[in-house]
């Protein structure tokens, strides 16, 4: 049974289809690969799927049940965290509250009025809310070895940390399944040595994980199953080995980039 | 010369209530709202049409004239959400503008231009409050803005403070965090709005009496000033910016110059102050502040987590 | 609603009206389609111009008669005014706005208030706040054309103002220059690794937009004179008629302009909304386009890419 699956998938702009028909799934527990060269719809898949944007037509399941069209910030609630192609930290704020956002919605009574009253009432409560949500939050910083860096403004964190710390962030929301979106951009070999650690973990903790790539390496050793778009349609599917031996894949993508 | 000085604290007052109503809208969540006015506005004759009309207690129109900005507030919230930073600015001055010309033309509730004059002096327990004394006016208005102070302080030291300030640094990050910017942005609006309904109605209860052109565009960006000048996101700070605005702002009449330097320098002082705190120190004089959370919670000795207890 | 004749007395009001709203419209969504902000001073550059274009009409005209030479004289004033307004705007752009350009959104937003307020007030203080008469170079008495009465100033506008309009959009479809402006407002990055020199097309897109502006000044003063604050109202409306057609696009500008002043008009003459809540029609129809369709009649949606 997948985990995630999404049935003829199809979000065009104007006449530009980024993602056309495509049946994609993702199985529990699994470390999977999305890839395809520059603008084959690898990104807009990701986000018809989180809800940042709508779908022109088909449907996406989680869990089996429907989740076309469920705005993002539920979507995250459901048990699916992301992270962006173009870092999206809350610059100016700490290591440490960026990764405490994360835990928002695992905190507190969900009405917003009952919580202002709360908030301004019971400073007990509140502070031992808040206490939650900070010891949370430090046991991920723990996790990704981001700890000491915890008072820093998340803008001075060197670029790799800054990677690690939004997947860190989503990481706080406890997901089920986990998108990373070009994890490894940017970094260099050790940083991303490290990272294809931390998702080992991050997969052993029991998080399904997805992630679109374009270092072939980090694919081709962490990815249990891989799927390969091209101009916005699915062209191949399978196992490493497989896909590196696929002729469709060859020539719409590694035969380019050799 | 001492009476002119209190009447400059007791505007303080009244502005440092604005401006931290403006914090919470712009200061922390980022909106950049320019009607403060207009709440200010429905504030005052709420106030005003109660007391005269109606024969209200002053206290009484207080809470209601905070309800009825918040309202109002929500009612510039919801629709203009979606829009981002500058179609919001403008939208908001449109509201501004509109809620002026309605009260301008209203004149079976609000005696259009000419305003509403004859607000009872409010009283408590048989005291007057004269305004015209100060002292006690002084003392009221500040034990509001004090107040205000400490119950918005708690407020957004919270995760409800956090969230807007996610959504300031970046609205997609944080809607894909599970946090719901939009009720996130309605409701900074409707406290920020209920604030400056609150200061709206003290105005009106030392003024007295209440015209449609206290309330301008001009209002708007002054309180704006303030919260830019301090530092936004920090209640202090704004209310520090309010106190150094009102005090250049009045600076010429302080010192008795009011016949030498023109009636336009203020102004133009509020214009330089925005260009420049923009180009040199956005942050403001005080800048956003750190929560230092290791000492907040008190929990410096908390066990090293096991890493299998993560989930 | 009475006869035909009125309803095209209205449609003339209403074009004039729009004409001019549409000028300033330009100049607003010039600048948001490059830099992606609101040049909330672009009001007050009106204002300027507005001022520039009096102090030179009057000196130079002196006491000449009506007649083809003060025209000429009219229209040196006006590319006068129209030169420094120019020259304003580039110099706002290059101080207050050229700064913050890597800096938040809210930023700049702020830096023009703050721009707006120092113009106005020190137009205040250096010209008095007392409205000064800006004198037509012809005599205004209306020609009556099948009832409908259309004042040379009428004329003037909608010449001006079409002149000006197709000039603008010949030069951006047809220039270098022009596409250059085009491609630096698809995006700038990529405009400057074409070899784009992207601070040269912000400073001209300034000058052009305030150059039409102090236009539009001078064309409002002559009805309705000139004082520090006539560029906040008017900078206002001409705004929303950028957001009416869809801001950072040019067609959309002239569209949305001679609709806002036609909806005006018809609004006053026609529904009976009272003349004191005549202002109050321009932010309403802003609040629904921007409710129903936020990008505008001729505006493609924009979505921020994630
Ligand atoms: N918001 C949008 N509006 C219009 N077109 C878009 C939008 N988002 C994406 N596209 C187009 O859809 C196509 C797919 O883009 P997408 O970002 O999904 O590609 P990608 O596979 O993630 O590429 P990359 O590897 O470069 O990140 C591209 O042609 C892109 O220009
Ligand atoms: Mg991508």
Redesign the pocket.
């Known amino acids: 049974m997948s985990l995630l699956y999404t049935k003829q998938l199809t979000r065009a702009y104007g006449g530009v289809i980024a993602v056309s028909d495509v049946d994609f799934s993702v199985e529990k527990n699994s470390i999977s690969g999305l890839i395809g060269p520059n603008g084959a719809g690898?990104?807009t898949l990701f986000n018809n799927v989180t809800g940042m944007d709508i779908p022109t037509s088909g449907s996406v399941h989680f869990n089996d049940k429907d989740i076309t069209g469920v705005p993002a910030f539920k979507i995250s609630r459901l048990g699916i965290a992301r992270t962006f192609?173009n870092i999206r930290l809350f610059k100016e704020m700490s290591v440490l509250e960026n990764v405490m956002i994360g835990r928002h919605f695992k905190s507190g009574r969900s009405m917003i009025s009952g919580r202002t009253v709360n908030a301004l009432t019971s400073y007990m409560k509140m502070k031992s809310e808040e206490k939650d949500v900070y010891d949370k939050a430090r046991e991920w910083l723990d996790f990704f070895g981001l700890d000491e860096a915890r008072n820093e403004a998340a803008k001075n964190l060197p670029y790799g940390n800054q990677r690690e710390l939004e997947i860190a962030r989503a990481m706080a929301t406890e997901p089920e399944l986990l998108f990373l979106?070009?994890p490894a951009a940017g970094m260099n070999p050790q940083e991303t040595d490290h990272l294809m650690s931390t998702i080992r973990r991050i997969r052993d903790l029991g998080v399904t994980v997805l992630l679109?790539e374009h270092d072939m390496k980090l694919v081709m050793n962490i990815c249990e199953h891989i799927t390969v778009l091209n101009y916005g349609k699915k062209i191949a599917e399978g196992n490493p080995s497989e896909i590196q031996k696929n002729p469709l894949v060859i020539e719409a993508y590694l035969g380019k980039e050799d | 010369m001492i009476n002119f000085l209190l009447l400059i604290l007791i505007y303080t007052g009244l502005y440092a209530l604005l401006a931290l109503g403006q914090n919470i809208i712009t200061g922390f969540t980022g909106l950049l709202s320019l009607c403060a006015a207009g709440f200010f506005a429905i504030g005052s004759y709420t106030t005003a049409i109660l007391t005269v009309n109606y024969g209200w207690s002053f206290w009484f129109t207080i809470p209601l004239a905070g309800v009825l900005a918040a309202l109002a507030g929500a009612l510039i919230g919801l629709p203009t959400l979606r829009l981002k930073g500058d179609y919001l600015a403008i939208a908001t001055l449109g509201f501004g503008e509109i809620i002026r010309n309605v009260i301008l033309n209203w004149d079976s509730l609000t005696r259009g231009p000419m305003g509403i004059n004859g607000i009872p002096m409010p009283t408590i327990f048989g005291m007057v409050i004269n305004p015209y004394r100060k002292w006690g006016y002084l003392t009221l208005v500040w034990i509001f803005v004090i107040v205000f102070y400490f119950l918005l302080k708690r407020l957004t030291r919270s995760r409800m403070g956090r969230a807007l300030e996610a959504i300031k640094e970046d609205e997609i990050a944080a809607y894909s965090m599970g946090i719901n910017t939009t009720k996130y942005k309605v409701w900074a609006f409707m406290v920020g709005a209920f604030v400056a309904g609150c200061a709206g109605s003290l105005q009106a209860g030392f003024t007295l009496s209440v015209t449609p052109n206290t309330y301008t565009f001009m209002v708007s960006v002054m309180v704006l000033c303030m919260v830019v000048l301090g530092g936004m996101g920090n209640h202090l700070a704004v209310i520090l910016g309010a106190l150094i605005i009102q005090l250049a702002a009045e600076f010429p009449r302080l010192l008795g110059l009011s016949s030498t330097v023109p009636p336009q320098f203020k102004q133009i002082v509020f214009g330089l102050i925005l260009v420049i705190m923009m180009i040199y120190r956005p942050q403001g004089i005080v800048g956003r502040k750190k929560v230092n959370y290791d000492k907040f919670v008190g929990n410096e000795t908390r066990r090293v987590a096991k890493k299998s207890e993560v989930n | 609603m009475g006869s035909i004749s009125e309803v095209f007395q209205h449609l003339l009001n209403g074009l004039t009206l729009g004409g001019i709203y549409a000028l300033i419209a330009l100049g607003y969504t010039m600048v948001y389609g490059i830099l992606k902000f609101i040049n909330f001073a672009h009001g007050e550059i009106l204002m300027v111009g507005a001022y520039v274009g009096m102090f030179a009409f009057d000196f130079l005209r002196g006491d000449m008669p009506y007649g083809p030479l003060m025209l000429v004289v009219f229209f040196i004033a006006m590319i006068i005014a129209m030169i420094i307004s120019a020259v304003l705007g580039m110099a706002i752009e290059k101080i207050a706005y050229k700064p913050l350009r890597k800096a938040t959104r809210l930023a700049p937003l702020l830096s023009a208030i703050g721009v707006s307020f120092i113009l106005s007030n020190l137009a205040a203080y250096i010209w008095g706040t007392k409205s000064r008469k800006f004198d037509y170079p012809f005599d205004n008495t209306a020609y009556n054309i099948g009832g409908v009465a259309i004042t040379p100033h009428q004329i003037l506008i909608l010449v001006v103002s079409m002149i000006l309009m197709i000039g603008l959009k010949l030069y951006i479809d047809k220039t270098r220059m022009g596409k250059a402006m085009r491609a630096t407002s698809l995006d700038q990055d990529v405009a400057a690794l074409m070899g784009i020199d992207v601070n040269k097309v912000i400073s001209l897109t300034f000058a052009i937009g305030s150059g039409l502006a102090a236009t539009a000044g001078i064309l409002v003063a002559l009805d309705f004179k000139v004082y520090p604050t006539m560029g906040a109202m008017a900078g206002l409306k001409a705004f929303v008629a950028a957001v009416v057609g869809g801001i950072g696009n040019i067609t959309g500008a002239m569209v949305g302009g001679i609709l806002l002043g036609l909806l005006e008009t018809f609004g006053v003459a026609v529904l009976g909304i009272p003349q004191g809540l005549k202002d109050t029609i321009a932010f309403g129809i802003l609040i629904i386009i921007l409710l129903v369709k936020p990008e505008g009649l001729l505006g493609k949606a924009e979505r921020e890419k994630v």
């Open positions: 690898k990104t192609q979106d070009e679109i």
